[in-house]
């Protein structure tokens, strides 16, 4: 890349980042705010979730499992043993990540067999959170749960926690970013394409295969916990299969292959699920024509759609500038 691609490429990275910076002082109202820091939550999820589908191609319906895990360790340890909050948030993510190790063994199936496989673990995830009251309070849930807190700095206000879920979110993008890019990459990119091919090549795809499923649980549990201080307040039904299965909805719409989709699909999924609140009775049929609305943009979901707009808009501008010139010819 020559010196001046580099400035150009600079320059926008800088303005993006004052213009994300900016982002709480331009918007209207606290509610559009703390819609944004969940949006931003699920960002972290559904990046998690798109290595392990799209790079990859390990098929998982038990995401939210891994989600309610980290949330609900942090939200014990702070508010039940006193832990400090920064401890227990890497915490969740720790716990999670270990709770996927002891899938590893599953990990040898594909396809159909592994989302079902995923799905079960899911639903017995969900079955502890809701019947172990002693320690998740049950199906009443947990209450007063404490805010983010660095030392003593306390993220206690929409405002002041969209930095924190920012960081976080620009921190997993950055580092799956050059994930995927490096020699893992390449081999995830190997074994998704063909299995067979990649074992012919040198590479053990059990191994790579459990390595990216505990990274991707890792940062789910992250999100759970950062999640358990922006909300305070945590209900076993927040984790279910149809919560897994909605993470999965934003990696689709953003487009299986993108980090910067994922991250377009949990905004659009989030907002769009927040605003519908207006449409009452009819809420879930709008959404669900919205999502097939947004799924017939294909594999690549929303971040595709800028170029297919241009194509079409090239297209359309060649005919235009032939019609007249048949035209001509007639006469």
């Known amino acids: 890349m020559d010196a001046p691609a580099r400035a150009r490429r600079a320059v926008r990275a800088l303005a993006m980042a004052v213009l994300l910076l900016a982002v709480p002082w331009l918007l209207p109202q606290r509610y559009f705010l703390r819609v944004l820091d969940l949006g931003l939550v699920y960002a972290v999820l559904a990046l998690g979730l798109q290595l392990l589908v799209g790079s990859a191609g390990q098929l998982s319906l038990g995401h939210a499992a891994f989600y309610g895990t980290g949330a ?21 993510g720790i716990v999670a990540a270990a709770l996927a190790l002891t899938l590893v063994p599953i990990l040898r199936l594909r396809g159909n067999e592994l989302a079902v496989a995923t799905l079960g673990f899911g639903v017995i995830v969900h079955a502890v959170l809701l019947n172990e009251e002693w320690l998740t309070e049950g199906p009443f849930g947990m209450m007063r749960i404490p805010p983010f807190s660095v030392g003593p700095l306390v993220f206690n206000s ?5 930095y924190v879920a920012l960081a976080l979110t620009a921190l997993t993008y950055g580092a799956f970013r050059r994930l995927r890019r490096s020699r893992f990459g390449r081999a995830l990119e190997a074994i998704r394409q ?13 191994w790579y ?18 999640f358990a201080h922006l909300n305070r307040y945590l209900n076993p039904n927040d984790f279910t299969l149809a919560e897994s299965i909605n993470i999965l909805v934003m990696v689709v719409v953003g487009g299986l292959r993108s980090l910067e989709g994922a991250i377009a699909g949990a905004l659009i999924i989030v ?28 594999a690549d979901g929303v971040r595709g759609l800028p170029g297919r707009l241009m194509a079409g808009a090239r297209r359309w501008g060649r005919a235009a500038t032939r019609r007249p010139a048949a035209g001509v010819g007639d006469g």
């Open 72 to 92: 609900y360790t942090s939200a014990i340890l702070t508010r039940k043993l006193g832990v400090p909050v920064e401890v227990a948030f890497v915490a969740g």
């Open 158 to 162: 929409e405002f002041r926690f969209y």
């Open 194 to 206: 063909s299995e067979e091919a990649a074992v012919t090549a040198g590479i053990n795809p059990v």
């Open 209 to 226: 295969k459990s390595s990216v499923f505990v990274i991707a649980a890792f940062t789910g549990g992250l999100a759970g916990a950062l």
């Open 271 to 298: 907002f769009a699920s927040e605003y519908l609140r207006a449409f009452k009775e009819y809420r879930l049929i709008v959404f669900g024509a919205l999502l097939v609305l947004l799924m017939a943009l294909g």
